[in-house]
């Protein structure tokens, strides 16, 4: 693919693993059950882009352009990838796996977690205000080193923020 801007477009099945699509510009386009991992994102810029069903193990979008960075991921597999000190307020990720993934020092404020494994996520002086959990597991996020403010939990989920005192909480 071609270094360049991609606007309005959609891209569907592609393999982009390992390609180095730093400093390509995307704006109101669509990846559908595309394979990204490990793809070098250095610079490039994300503008309202949509992922469903896409393969997106390792990213580090924390290299990204910051300027207008928005997206929204639907079932995509996100294990390992890193959103170190981003901006992305009310992102959505909705039945997603985020494993071992870093959130830490992002800004997450509105953003929804809907069904997603966040299995040793880390959520380290993360803004969580108003970020909605209700629906995800095997998160373990510390009230008093993140920001929680209006932030949703369920009572099932609400273990996962207690894990720090190693106490056994039965159901």
Do not use: W
């Not at 390792?58 to 352009?65: P, V």
């Not at 997603?96 to 953003?111: G, I, V, W």
Request: proline share 1%.
């Amino acid at each position: 693919m071609t270094k360049g801007e991609y606007e309005n477009c959609t891209f569907n099945s592609c393999n982009f693993s390992d390609n180095d699509l730093s400093e390509f510009k995307f704006t109101d386009c669509t990846f559908n059950g595309c394979n990204l991992s490990l793809a070098k994102l250095n610079k490039t810029a994300f503008r309202d882009i949509k992922f469903k069903d896409c393969k997106m193990l390792g990213l580090r979008f924390d290299t990204c352009n910051e300027f207008g960075l928005s997206f929204s991921f639907d079932g995509c597999q996100l294990n390992h990838s890193s959103f170190y000190k981003t901006k992305i307020k009310k992102t959505v990720f909705k039945n997603s796996q985020l494993q071992e993934t870093d959130f830490a020092e992002a800004d997450l404020t509105s953003s929804v977690f809907d069904n997603c494994n966040l299995t040793q996520a880390v959520f380290d002086h993360t803004i969580l205000e108003k970020t909605d959990f209700r629906t995800s597991y095997n998160y373990s996020i510390d009230p008093e080193i993140n920001r929680i403010k209006k932030a949703k939990f369920s009572i099932l989920g609400i273990s996962g923020l207690l894990d720090k005192y190693d106490i056994d909480i039965e159901k």
